[in-house]
Nanobody, 119 residues
């Protein structure tokens, strides 16, 4: 089983940027796709970005044009570059495999990394 570990979160001001990292213990594309999810206080967890083997990406409407997901296959790491952050982006961010259907309760979640956007 591939284990995932998120890092890179922090406290930033609106308009600033952060880059999150998701390090895997094995092949990040072992399940065809990997994604970044987030859970804001009082809200359901949601998928914000995903990348499929071969490089195709998809984004939630709320982050399109501001977030970029990328991968370094040699390092088994997936990144989420987040620009022009707003307070609405405040959440705990997780990486996981969409193919495992984690939003339906399958698979498991790591500890995540906290992103707080506040002035």
């Amino acid at each position: 089983q591939v284990r995932l570990m998120e890092s890179g979160g922090g406290l930033v001001q609106p308009g600033e940027s952060l880059r999150l990292s998701c390090s895997a213990s094995g092949n990040i594309f072992s399940k065809n796709a990997i994604g970044w999810y987030r859970q804001a206080p009082g809200k359901q967890r949601e998928l914000v970005a995903a990348i499929v083997i071969g490089g195709t990406t998809r984004y939630a409407d709320s982050v399109k044009g501001r977030f970029t997901i990328s991968s370094d296959d040699a390092k088994n790491t997936v990144y989420l570059q987040m620009n022009n952050l707003t307070p609405e982006d405040t959440a705990v961010y997780y990486c996981n495999f969409p193919g495992d259907r984690p939003l339906l309760g399958f698979g498991s979640w790591g500890q995540g990394t906290q992103v707080t956007v506040s002035s």
